[in-house]
């Protein structure tokens, strides 16, 4: 909290009165930054994996959410917080749009892959996913993605 509030120029007791805790100011931040429903409200089902691919390589991303939710992970107050804002935003809005067969194991799937490369990208960048990713990967991470998507067996 005393980063935050260093970071914004007030006193930490300023974040306090309107967070109130370590949690809350937490889930006001990452909250928005979570929601699916927002990037893909009129994606089509046939192109998801390129709408996905689309925005995990757009000017979007935002390296800050990942390293809070890196973060959220291992810290035993703010974790069961992270975890259900990642169920509820991410997980369950990516199962309703990829529907059919045991949707929430697909969509676990593709956030997987979707989260890993974002972190091996922009979080901790290992050559060649650091660089320009060129048009053939990006449509390969797209296909993978969209197998996931219409996997019906």
């Known amino acids: 909290m005393r980063e935050v509030a260093a970071a914004a120029g007030i006193a930490p007791a300023l974040v306090v009165r309107y967070f109130g805790s370590k949690e809350k100011l937490f889930a006001e931040a990452v909250a928005d930054s979570f929601d699916l429903t927002r990037n893909f409200a009129e994606a089509d089902r046939g192109t998801l994996g390129r709408s996905f691919v689309d925005l995990l390589f757009s000017e979007q991303r935002s390296d800050d959410l990942l390293a809070m939710i890196v973060r959220a992970a291992v810290d035993p107050t703010v974790h069961p917080l992270a975890r259900q804002l990642a169920q509820e935003r991410m997980l369950a809005p990516m199962a309703s749009l990829i529907g059919g067969w ?36 990006r449509q390969h991470i797209a296909d993978m993605i969209q197998a996931i998507i219409d996997d019906e067996r």
């Open 102 to 137: 045991q949707p929430e194991r697909r969509a676990s799937l593709i956030l997987s892959i979707v989260t890993g490369l974002w972190f091996y990208r922009f979080l901790l960048p290992v050559e060649p996913l650091a660089g320009e990713i060129d048009k053939a990967d």
